[in-house]
């Protein structure tokens, strides 16, 4: 059974930074796309970043390009996404997603992917 597990979140104030890493379990996280997805209070689940297995294609959604940058190291079976310049908007429960037998490719969509982890919540205040 594959496990994604969250961490990294935290309090932080407006304009600050935070790293959430997600550590999956398994032999074959290399071959994975991996995906970042949040939910804030009252919202639906949405897109955030999504890397392809290499690590050479990324996607973000257009609220957090040039202030979030999503990357790999598949040797630690790691994915992390790194949180610049964060805004009260930003707050929300972030989930890391996985999706087996990706290709070389990147995901956006929700439903593409295979295995979630618990979440961990960010809060940024003002």
């Not at 407006?14 to 032999?27: E, I, K, M, N, V």
């Not at 990324?58 to 790194?82: C, E, H, M, P």
């Not at 949180?83 to 990147?106: E, H």
């Amino acid at each position: 059974q594959v496990q994604l597990v969250e961490s990294g979140g935290g309090l932080v104030q407006a304009g600050g930074s935070l790293r959430l890493s997600c550590t999956a379990s398994g032999r074959t996280f290399a071959t994975w796309a991996m995906g970042w997805f949040r939910q804030g209070p009252g919202e639906e689940r949405s897109f955030v970043a999504a890397i392809n297995p290499s690590g050479e294609l990324t996607n973000y959604a257009n609220s957090v390009k040039g202030r979030f940058t999503i990357s790999r190291d598949n040797v630690k079976n790691t994915v992390y996404l790194q949180m610049n310049s964060l805004k009260l908007q930003d707050t929300a429960i972030y989930y890391c997603a996985a999706k087996r037998g990706a290709g070389n490719f990147v995901y956006s969509a929700s439903d593409f992917y295979d295995y979630w982890g618990q979440g961990t919540q960010v809060t940024v205040s003002s």
